[in-house]
């Protein structure tokens, strides 16, 4: 993939302001207190909360419910669960390797939710119900999110109008995932950052993030893009220089105009910081695993990074895709590792994509003293811990 096709599907920053705002639109928030909420089941079987101002069902979502576990001290997890299908615990489809559904939910499960959240919410010995709080609604008739008077939200379209200012105009939005609720987003800043390499060339990117519901916190480190598959990674040793703010204030309102010039600083500390981060990924392609069986490394990965079966078999994918890219002899190191992590993002959704880019920073420091112990700790892997880990991936690696 060229840079000339990434930069013709990208958007200025502008345009994803006007997106942004249009999407906006749709929000309704409601600084209201539980008393003018009831949790009810509709005529079409589903838990909702009835806005008694307005008359209106609407559905949670689940960062919604979570929410509401949370204020009300319920398990999020039952919480959950109520809404979702019953799996089998051992049998799996045979194509998609996933668990077999024994049945749907239906309005039996939707009264009993409704039931637990009102004995632990909407009790006025259990929680306050005349303090205000934030309600955030949207007009396709969904409750997004139930947040204490607390929460600090920090407007998404503020944080953009802020970075094209810091960012300057060769910038481009290559990613923009989420909503307007929550915002994913990867900011290309231009091609004086550019690197060339034998397999495409990297750039500089910034990774914004926020949410105006509690989903994320404000964020931006610095990434790096590999054009010929648009990957990222997140952060590498000098990650503890990126802005990471809480949505919490004691008195007021959040402090904006200190936010911003923290954002401001921050942008100046991470510029210099890209070729350390680009050298530090380059020299992954020095660690070569040997003879160990990739199955192995692919399970000792697993095992130090908690991956599921799933995941690492997407990352396995991944890296088959990368032995195209770099060919047999050099895909068997740190650097097509690395890349397979990110390459599987794009598969995921924005958190998915972001805990991968995480996870590629995180490879991307390391040492010979590091990779050296993670090789012998995979070549100690006896075969069941290697099935127990990457499953099928044993017989054809």
């Known amino acids: 993939m060229s840079l000339d096709h990434i930069l013709e599907t990208s958007h200025t920053l502008d345009q994803t302001i006007d997106e942004l705002a249009i999407e906006q639109k749709s929000i309704n928030d409601f600084l209201s207190p539980l008393k003018q909420w009831e949790p009810t089941v509709n005529t079409d079987g589903e838990f909702v909360m009835k806005n008694l101002e307005d008359g209106r069902d609407y559905l949670p979502t689940d960062h919604a419910l ?11 997890g039952v919480v959950r669960s109520l809404r979702e299908p019953k799996l089998h615990v051992t049998k799996k489809d045979r194509e998609t390797n996933e668990p077999l559904e ?5 309005s039996r499960d939707a009264e009993v939710l409704r039931d ?21 609604t949207w007009d396709d008739g969904t409750l997004r999110a139930v947040l204490s008077n607390q929460y600090a939200s920090v407007n998404n379209r503020w944080y953009l109008q802020v970075l094209k200012d810091v960012v ?12 307007a609720d929550t915002m994913y987003i990867d900011i290309y800043l231009g091609e004086s950052y550019n690197v060339d390499t034998d397999d495409g060339g990297l750039g500089a990117m910034l990774h914004i993030g926020n949410s ?17 598959c648009t990957n990222g990674l997140i952060g590498w040793d000098q990650i503890g220089d990126a802005i990471s703010t809480v949505h919490r204030r004691k008195e007021g309102n959040i402090d904006l105009e200190k936010l911003e010039v923290d954002i401001r600083e921050t942008y100046t500390r991470v510029v210099p910081t890209f070729a350390d981060g680009m050298h530090a990924m380059l020299g992954l392609k020095a660690y070569g695993v040997g003879d160990i069986p990739l199955a192995n490394v692919f399970a000792q990965m697993a095992i130090d990074h908690h991956l599921s079966k799933g995941q690492v078999g997407g990352v396995w994918e991944s890296w088959c895709a990368e032995v195209d890219v770099l060919g047999p002899e050099n895909s068997k190191n740190a650097y097509a590792l690395q890349n397979a992590v990110t390459r599987y993002g794009h598969r995921l959704d924005a958190k998915g994509q972001y805990d991968m880019d ?13 990779w050296t112990r993670f090789l012998g700790r995979a070549s100690n892997l006896d075969d069941k811990n290697v099935e127990r880990r990457v499953g099928k991936l044993v017989s054809v690696v």
């Open 168 to 179: 300057g105009a060769d910038a481009k939005v290559l990613r923009s995932r989420g909503n």
């Open 66 to 76: 979570i929410c509401m576990g949370r204020m009300a001290g319920m398990s999020t």
């Open 102 to 106: 024994l049945w749907q939910r239906d």
């Open 212 to 228: 105006e519901i509690g989903e994320r916190r404000v964020i931006m480190t610095p990434s790096i893009l590999r054009m010929i």
């Open 116 to 136: 637990y959240i009102n004995i632990h919410m909407f009790q006025h010995d259990r929680l306050d119900q005349d303090k205000p709080r934030l309600f955030r």
């Open 358 to 370: 995480v996870l590629g920073g995180q490879l991307t420091q390391q040492t010979d003293v590091g």
